[in-house]
Structure formats: C-alpha cells, structure tokens
T-cell receptor, first 111, second 116 residues
C-alpha cells in the first residue's frame, strides 16, 4: 500500500552544518509531496511542497526535489541554525483522500 | 488570525471515562481531520471529513467517534477511554480533501491526552 519512509533520528548537527533528511515513498499515481515541520509544543506547519517530477520546493533555506525515478523527496539545507531544531515530517497527498505522513525525524542543532 | 483552535490543551482521564475534543477553524476550509501522534509512529489519521455533512474513517478509527457540527467545527469523542488512547491529538483542516498541492493541511497546536 501507499507509504512514506524517512530516515530515523535523532539527527544531531552543529550550527552551519549541511543537513539531509531522506524521504522515499510508494504511491499510485503522481502525488503531491510535502515537508512539514513541528516546533516544540506546536502543531505541524507546511515547510515546502512539490507537485510533479523534477519540481523543487524551497522555503527558509530548505529545499527538496521531487525525484520520480527514485521516488524520493529528500530535504536539504546548506547551513542549519539552532532555530531549525524541530521534528520534520515527509508526506504526500492527492487521490487517496488523505495525507500520508512519515514517522518524523528529530533534528537537534547545537551551537 | 486564529487558524485551527483545539481545546483542551491537556487532559487526564481514567480508564472508562468519556470526553470530547473540540476543534474549530476560521479559514472557511471544506475538509477537516483528526490525527494522533505517538512516538515512533508519526501521525496516523483517525477520521476525516471531506466536506460539511460527511465523515469517513482513517487508519485508526476504533474507539473514536466524530461529529462535523458545521463547516467550522469537527469534534472527536472518546466514549470509553483506554490507556492505549494516551497520545497527542491534532486537528487539521484544508481547503480541499487530500492535502493536494494547492490545499495543504493547517494544524492546531494539539491536545495532550493521558489515560490512566
């Protein structure tokens, strides 16, 4: 069935380090892909999105490219900050009538 | 600019007690959802409402009921709480069903429920 797999955390980085969080999916059709972020004590917020192959979503220095050939949507940031510490969720939505989320990856950035 | 509002923020129940979690959105969205978040499990969909007057089961509906009271409000009821329902519950809304590209989800801040 449809599913999303993302790398397990926690991911611990020093400030200004490069970030990659892997996400792969199995789905029928061509879903829209998303990254959501959850800061401590809050609900999820949309971080970025992409709708078709080779689309790149970007926001706040984060990027992810929709790779149909590898069914992936990896999240990257060139230089993380302490304020980026949060839980990141990969997800997809569309014809299935519901948004499917991965299990989330905790990112901890140390000064 | 409230967005999605959930009440209460925290709740402790004893096994067998009942309660209703309230959710309201002020964005005129058609679709609303209830998720639960558990460590290592991510978010799992309990119920959703594609539009006013309709509700459907998600991945984990057992032990829950929902009511789409009007376009703004979508409540989740636990009739007889069990320790397995200890979780953080999130309500969300979107303009259209499915969380499509042009219709991402907007989440409330969650209700932390403990069942003893």
């Amino acid at each position: 069935g449809d599913s999303v797999t993302q790398m397990e955390g926690p991911v611990t980085l020093s400030e200004e380090a490069f970030l990659t969080i892997n996400c792969t999916y199995t789905a029928t059709g061509y879903p829209s892909l998303f990254w959501y972020v959850q800061y401590p004590g809050e609900g999820l917020q949309l971080l970025l999105k992409a709708t078709k192959a080779d689309d790149k979503g970007s926001n706040k220095g984060f990027e992810a490219t929709y790779r149909k050939e590898t069914t992936s949507f990896h999240l990257e940031k060139g230089s993380v900050q302490v304020s980026d510490s949060a839980v990141y969720f990969c997800g997809y939505g569309g014809a299935t009538n519901k948004l499917i989320f991965g299990t989330g990856t905790l990112l901890a950035v140390q000064p | 600019n409230a967005g999605v509002t959930q009440t209460p923020k925290f709740q402790v129940l004893k096994t067998g007690q009942s309660m209703t979690l309230q959710c309201a959105q002020d964005m005129n969205h058609n679709s609303m959802y209830w998720y639960r978040q558990d460590p290592g499990m991510g978010l799992r969909l309990i119920y959703y409402s594609a539009s006013e007057g309709t509700t459907d089961k998600g991945e984990v509906p057992n032990g829950y009921n929902v009511s789409r009271l009007n376009k703004r409000e979508f409540s989740l009821r636990l009739e007889s709480a069990a320790p397995s329902q200890t979780s953080v519950y999130f309500c969300a809304s979107s303009e259209e069903i499915g969380g499509t590209y042009n219709s991402p989800l907007h989440f409330g801040n969650g209700t932390r429920l403990t069942v003893t």
